[in-house]
């Protein structure tokens, strides 16, 4: 990818949280968090050349095996999909191993979810059963968090990783399930992460279909992302359902020999008329090991 000329852009307002309470993904208190949005710009990165150790975030091509509504089946995703995004990572990062720990399926907007909002006779704890776009720019583990996640999902492997040595990362891919017209994902270049700009949070997880497999301990730490004016963000124009994103969550050799950190992320709408119909799409986390 990339372009001989100036990259095109739309200026837009890309979502922060300034909170800094509990996460609890899935509950309609967590969809009533406001956030502080930024007039910036957002750079097509089909016209840049992205990738996961520099920007923290890179394009890659796969036709997906399932297809539509076969993403609803949560067992049918795992039995066939996993293996072809440990491929994929594989093959991006030049890995040994890959291990998919869970995977997260999006296929309701705003707008589906806005009259739970705004219903004051529900609680604030009360579970909801629609899965939309995420507001807010964060990155999904922390550097704690993300031990934490993998002394849940891979304890065997937990003590030898967090002795040091040996390079290892937690790495999402990210894909439409059909070609995005709304709320597209966006990600922060991780070179423009200060450290400062990073607020961790703990996230515990509610039993719902959706949420409670995220990772198989319930508690972690994320962190939420402070507005900086140095920040800059890229989107992926009409992003379609054989392209997907890999972003990077944590990497224990980020800020070493040129590797970059984690990159924040975050849904953000589009400049003019919303389309009706909710953005679909499916994220995949892993456990990426070099060893």
């Known amino acids: 990818m990339g372009s001989l000329g100036a990259p095109r852009y739309v200026e837009a307002k890309v979502p922060y949280q300034l909170s800094n309470t509990q996460v609890r993904p899935g509950t309609v208190g967590a969809r009533r968090l406001k956030t502080h949005d930024v007039a910036t710009r957002v750079v097509d990165a089909r016209d840049v050349d992205c990738s996961l150790d520099t920007q923290g975030s890179q394009i890659v091509t796969h036709p997906s095996s399932l297809h539509g509504e ?9 039995e066939v999909l996993y293996q072809e995004v440990q ?3 594989r093959k991006a990062t030049g890995a040994a191993r890959v291990h998919v720990f869970s995977h997260l399926v999006r296929f309701h907007s705003r707008d589906d979810i806005k009259p739970e909002i705004d219903d004051p006779s529900i609680p604030d704890d009360a579970i909801s059963k629609l899965t939309g776009p995420a507001r807010g720019a964060h990155i999904d583990h922390s550097t ?4 934490q996640v993998l ?6 492997e937990a003590d030898r990783f967090r002795n040091g040595g040996k390079r290892w990362a937690i790495i999402n891919f990210w894909r439409p399930i059909e070609t995005v017209k709304r709320d597209p994902l966006c990600l922060c270049d991780a070179r423009t992460v200060d450290e400062g700009d990073l607020v961790e949070r703990t996230v515990i997880l509610p039993n719902t279909d959706a949420y409670e497999h995220v ?30 994103w890999l972003l990077k969550i944590f990497d224990s050799e980020g800020g070493k020999g040129g590797i970059c950190g984690p990159a924040p992320h975050t849904s953000f709408e589009l400049p003019g008329e919303v389309p009706k119909e909710a953005r679909r799409s499916c994220e995949f986390r892993t456990l990426v090991f070099w060893d």
């Not at 002394?151 to 065997?156: A, K, Q, R, Y």
């Open 87 to 89: 491929d994929i990572v």
């Open 70 to 78: 076969d993403f609803k089946d949560a067992d049918k995703v795992r």
């Open 151 to 156: 002394s849940d999902n891979l304890p065997e």
């Open 215 to 244: 990772s198989k301990g319930k508690v972690f730490d994320l962190f939420s992302a402070r507005p900086n004016p140095a920040h800059e963000w890229y989107y992926c124009s009409n992003m379609r359902p054989d392209e997907g």
């Open 144 to 147: 704690r968090g993300s031990y």
